[in-house]
Every structure is written in C-alpha cells, then in structure tokens.
C-alpha cells in the first residue's frame, strides 16, 4: 500500500551542494567521510571559491575523494598530502589548497610532511580525519589507536607497553610556530557536525590571510572495523575516544570571528 505525503507546504531543509558530484557513495553505513566531505564542499561553495580550489587525495578509505568532490583534485602517494599541497600553493598562490587525510596517512607515512609543511607554515589547509585506525586496509592499529583497543594487529588490545602510545596531532602541531590555527571536531552529534562545518570555513578563509597553516582533525568513526553499529560507534566516540583526543580550539591566531 503506498502512503501519500504532500511535499507542497514543506519547507526544503536540506539541499546537496553542488560542490559535491552526483555519485553513489562507497563509504560504509554511518562513516564520518561522507560528512566531512559535504562539509568541505559546502564551505567551497558558500565561499564562492569552485574554481579557486584544489584538493589533495591522501590513500585509505578517502583516496577517492576526487569522485565525489567537485572542484581540481589532485592525487598524492601514502602520506605524501601535505609536500603536494605545498607545491601547488607555491605555484598557485591565490588558490585556495586543502589536503583530507586519514590518520595512517598524516600521522603514520606522512609525518614528516605533515610536521614539516606546519613548521614552515605553508599557506593550506589540513583535514585531517582521526578514526583511531587503518579503516581501509582493513583495521589495523594506527597510531592513534588507544589502549586496550582491538584492531587487527592488536587483537588483545593495545598495548602501551609493546606498542607505544597514540599521537595527538592536534597538539603537537599547534605547539609549532608555522601552524594559525589548530582545532579539534567531531561529527558524531548534529551540534558537532554544524562545529566542524564553521571550523572548516574558518580554516579556508585563514588563507586569505596568508599567516600559516590550519588544521582541522576531525574525530570520525570506522564502525566496520570497530565493529560496531553505527550508534554504538559513535557512543564510544563520546564515551572512550574523546577522553584521548578533548575537542576545542588548540590554537586561534586568525583573528576571524
Ligand atoms: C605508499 C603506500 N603505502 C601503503 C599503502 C597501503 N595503504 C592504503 S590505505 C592505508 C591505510 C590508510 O588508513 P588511514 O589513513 O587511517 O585512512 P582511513 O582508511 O582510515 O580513512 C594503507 C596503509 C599505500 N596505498 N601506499
């Protein structure tokens, strides 16, 4: 039996952005990829900036972030995010140069350029997406895994002792001169979700300014490999991770409202 809803007096909430393109989204049920990457084209858009904008795709479960975002996309080997950007800014200056990465990538491979490009305060923007795990090869330990957590190669849960203990990026990187602006997000509520997008608008328009690096971590889940369902998983967001990784605003020497 089909139910017959009137569409006519209500009132439209909620649009697509055209930064995004219209394709069928590869990421699992409930993963916090998909948000982000509304959020960072949203911010393009509402910027008016499409055709200013060039992205850097890490490797993981985001390597193909250029099907789904709209704007120049550029692709750059495990870890390699942030040297890339640096190159584009470099040549294009008045661009506006992002990287997205996973936490294997930025703070595993890549962190070196990572540390490197806030040091010399390169003009970019960082995404940089922590789900405390290797999502797309299949859940291995990364190095923001916490204790006691099981991934693929800690199958007894992590183990401080053997294995070392997680990277705050966020921390770190706020610490370095180069960096203007450093806060950490999560999208694991509405109200987080709407943060994170004022966060990310921040970031891009900070390089109008031309006074350094964002970074914007954005603390995801990866339900599958924490198997989870997607509410558990984002419970234990707010139970569990987040008593590693406290959100706010490490750094704010933008002067943008
Ligand atoms: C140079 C290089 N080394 C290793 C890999 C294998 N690799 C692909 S994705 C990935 C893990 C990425 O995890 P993360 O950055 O945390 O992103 P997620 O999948 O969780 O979003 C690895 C190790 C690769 N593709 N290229």
Known sequence: MGINVSTENMEKVFERTEGLKKVKTHYCPGCGHGVVHRLTMETVMELGIQDKTIGIAPVGCSVFAYYYMNVDMQQAAHGRACAVAT??????????????????????????????????????????????????????????TIEGQKTSTSPEGRDYSMDGMPINMSEIV??????????????????????????????????????????????????????MTPVEANKWIDDVLLKQYPLGVFKDETGIK
């Open 174 to 227: 706020a610490l370095l001169p180069g960096t203007v602006y450093v806060e950490r997000l999560a999208v694991n509520n509405p109200g987080r979700v709407r943060k994170t997008k004022k966060a990310i608008m921040k970031a891009f328009k900070a390089q109008e300014l031309k006074k350094g690096t964002s970074f914007i971590e954005v603390v995801s889940n990866c339900n599958t490999n924490w198997k």
């Open 87 to 144: 190159g584009i800014k470099r040549m294009l200056p008045n661009h506006y140069v992002f990287t997205y990465q996973g936490d294997g990538d930025l703070a595993a491979i890549g962190t070196a350029e990572t540390i490197h490009a806030c040091s010399r305060g390169e003009n970019i923007t960082i995404i940089f997406i922590n789900n405390a795990i290797y999502g797309m090869t299949g859940g291995q330990m990364a190095p923001t």
